[in-house]
């Protein structure tokens, strides 16, 4: 499986970004579908990820901010992100899952709150 991911940039602080990630290649079904972050000097944390049948996960500090959503025809997952804080600012990395266990990672977006 491929992730392409796209969305990221610069945006003030209470702005909107949203985040897309679109799988393609072989591996298919995927089962989970989500989205980790890293900030400098910190780990790599989940923030959000879907699984089959609308069963959804929030890290803590974006419930009631971020949104995921999964498009299964275009195997696409995206991340709405609104009142953006300085604090969400790091790399996002698309991540995929199959039903075996097989883990895929996308390439980086980086996205910055800043005023």
């Known amino acids: 499986v491929q992730l392409q991911a796209s969305g990221g940039g610069l945006v003030q602080p209470g702005g909107s970004l949203r985040l897309s990630c679109a799988a393609s290649?072989?591996?298919?079904?995927?089962?989970?579908m989500g989205w980790y972050r890293q900030a400098p000097g910190k780990q790599r944390e989940l923030v959000s990820r879907t699984r089959p049948g609308g069963i959804t996960y929030y890290v803590d500090s974006v419930k009631g901010r971020f949104t995921i959503s999964r498009d299964n025809a275009k195997n696409t997952v995206y991340l709405q992100m609104s009142n953006l804080k300085p604090e969400d600012t790091a790399v996002y990395y698309c991540n995929a899952v199959g039903f075996r266990g097989a883990t895929h990672w996308g390439q980086g977006t980086q996205v910055t709150v800043s005023s």
């Open positions: 290649g072989s591996g298919f079904p995927i089962r989970d």
